[in-house]
């Protein structure tokens, strides 16, 4: 059913959070005038403007649980896209560490937690029902806290720009079908699962430094895992294995910053801490970016931060 132009902003909104996504399509397509007149004030004319008004519309579907003005709803929007025009004029993205995923906005009520649980199940359970390759997309694009550029994505995946682009348009198109499809569907907790899958990367680093990193990779990734730079191969278990051992050796430590996991892909932020006489070993940070078979690693490829 469609939502009538002449509602209030805030009936959309209140429509949006219990799970109306013609509310939500609604909502967006009401402000997306503002919202690009603030992208092009701040990147001038180019082809991020769309993209960051695109980016800045998915930002705000995860955070809607978060106007406390429902009246301003347009401003905040407005917010969430100069948020995003600044973060990519950065030439390095300052990332925060995430200990609990589940973690909500300071004096939120009771209502307030529930809605916005609500409304990131309901967005994860859309995500999972992307394809794999648009489904890594999206969470590298809009979840990772360092957040690539189109440009290291490609350089990931070994694909071009455009591709990438091409790929971030579908996604978004499909997302806004799964989450019609699944809006009155029970969803799996989506903090549940990235609480488990933190507690899986600090269990992993810990069995590393305490040299008991291959028997734990031998339970928890697949007999055949792969490390792949761009699409190529490049080794296997053993070369990761090897890979751990020559980092710890030369006193480098990653220490665990947040996770981010769908139905078959994880990623995993990590600080990257050299030793005090080698301060520039490594890059500042590291994210692994997984693809997971039943559960296990199967496919693992690495994003290093620039440093800043």
């Known amino acids: 059913m469609g939502v009538p132009s002449e509602e209030s902003d805030v009936e959309l909104l209140r429509a949006a959070r219990n799970g109306e996504v013609a509310a939500v399509g609604a909502l967006l397509e009401r402000h997306r005038a503002g919202m690009h007149a603030v992208a092009l004030s701040v990147l001038g004319n180019g082809p991020d403007v769309e993209d960051a008004v695109q980016d800045a519309s998915l930002i705000a579907l995860r955070r809607m649980g978060e106007v406390r003005q429902p009246e301003s709803v347009g401003a905040w929007l407005r917010m969430v896209v100069r948020n995003v025009c600044r973060s990519r004029l950065r030439a390095a993205a300052i990332t925060t560490p995430v200990p609990d995923p589940g973690a909500v906005a300071a004096g939120a009520g009771p209502e307030g ?60 198109a499909k997302l806004a079908e799964a989450m019609a499809a699944t809006a009155a569907s029970a969803h799996d907790d989506a903090v549940a699962r990235c609480r488990a899958s933190a507690r899986e990367a600090v269990e992993t680093l810990a069995a590393a430094e305490q040299g008991r990193f291959a028997e734990l990779t031998a339970e928890r990734w ?11 191969r490049v080794g296997g278990r053993d070369f990761l294995i090897r890979g751990m051992a020559g980092d710890l050796e030369a006193g480098v430590r990653q220490r ?53």
């Open 113 to 172: 937690v529930i809605e916005q649980h609500a409304m990131r199940d309901w967005l994860w359970r859309a995500i999972d029902e992307l394809s794999p390759t648009l489904r890594v997309t999206v969470m590298l694009r809009h979840f990772s806290p360092r957040t690539p550029s189109y440009h290291q994505i490609a350089a990931l995946y070994g694909v071009p720009v455009g591709t990438v682009r091409s790929r971030l348009g579908q996604a978004r």
């Open 222 to 232: 697949t007999p055949d895992v792969a490390y792949y730079r761009g699409r190529r």
């Open 256 to 308: 665990f910053v947040a996770a981010v996991t769908g139905r078959d892909a994880t990623i995993w932020e990590m600080d990257l801490v050299n030793p005090p006489e080698k301060p520039g070993h490594c890059p500042p940070a590291v994210a692994w970016l997984m693809s997971l078979r039943d559960g296990r690693m199967h496919q693992l490829r690495l994003f290093h931060a620039p440093a800043g």
